[in-house]
């Protein structure tokens, strides 16, 4: 089945910076690749994903890449800011129908004033 | 938060005795999940529901059974609790309008200690 790593585990940075998490997934047959984020004490939430006929997404300070030939992807948050501190989980699905999503083991991010 | 509420949000209890968790949502959505987190491992998959008496395994779904005998009620029982199972358990669906778009929304979580 399908197999996701993340890096790194944790990560900070200073306010203003940019922050880059990786991904790598094992199965060629997955064509969805999702972020979500999770605040203290709440569920993940969806912020960006990314399908396997794009390379790449942006949505605002945050952008998603993605390299089929290689089989990773990767989170970019630029200009971050406090707010940003959370724990960040990337996924992995051959989305047909229902969404059976592996998730990576997650990235803890701390942005300091 | 696509109306999900799970309960309990928070449970200790003992080695070896029943345990049930309940997911309700209000929105009629087909899909519901019930998904672990642990540190180090992420969020992994236990059983996953497709329609009232229609539910699968995940990848961790030993020692849990489900049942969904309404759509908006899914039931994550441990039989007989171990340590092991000392974790954080979310609910999620995804919704009727777009079924194949992926998008999970979970609920806030139930926190499970076994002792």
Not at chain 1, 51 to 69: C, F, H, M, P
Not at chain 1, 86 to 97: I, N, R, W
Not at chain 2, 44 to 56: A, E, M, N, P
Not at chain 2, 69 to 88: C, G, H, I, R
Request: with cysteine; proline share 4%.
């Amino acid at each position: 089945g399908e197999n996701v790593e993340q890096h790194p585990s944790t990560l900070s940075v200073q306010e203003g910076d940019s922050a880059v998490i990786k991904c790598t997934y094992s199965d060629s047959a997955s064509n969805y690749f999702p972020w979500y984020k999770q605040e203290l004490g709440k569920g993940p939430q969806l912020i960006i994903d990314i399908r396997s006929n794009v390379g790449e997404k942006k949505d605002q300070r945050i952008a998603v890449t993605l390299n089929k030939t290689a089989k990773h992807f990767s989170l970019h948050i630029t200009e971050t800011q406090p707010e940003d501190s959370a724990v960040y989980f990337c996924a992995a699905s051959k989305g047909t129908g229902f969404q059976k999503l592996v998730f990576g083991t997650g990235t803890r991010l701390l942005v300091s004033p | 938060d696509a109306g999900i509420t799970q309960s309990p949000r928070h449970k200790v209890t003992e080695t070896g005795t029943p345990v049930t968790l309940r997911c309700h949502q209000t929105e009629n959505h087909r899909y519901m999940y019930w998904y672990r987190q642990d540190p180090g491992h992420g969020l992994r998959l236990i059983h996953y529901s497709y329609g009232v008496k229609d539910t699968d395994k995940g990848e961790v779904s030993d020692g849990y059974s489900v049942s969904r005998s309404k759509t908006e009620d899914f039931l994550l029982t441990l039989e007989s609790a171990t340590s092991s199972q000392t974790s954080v358990y979310f609910c999620a669906i995804s919704v009727n309008s777009a079924p194949n778009t992926g998008e999970l929304f979970f609920g806030e979580g139930s926190r499970l200690t076994v002792l």
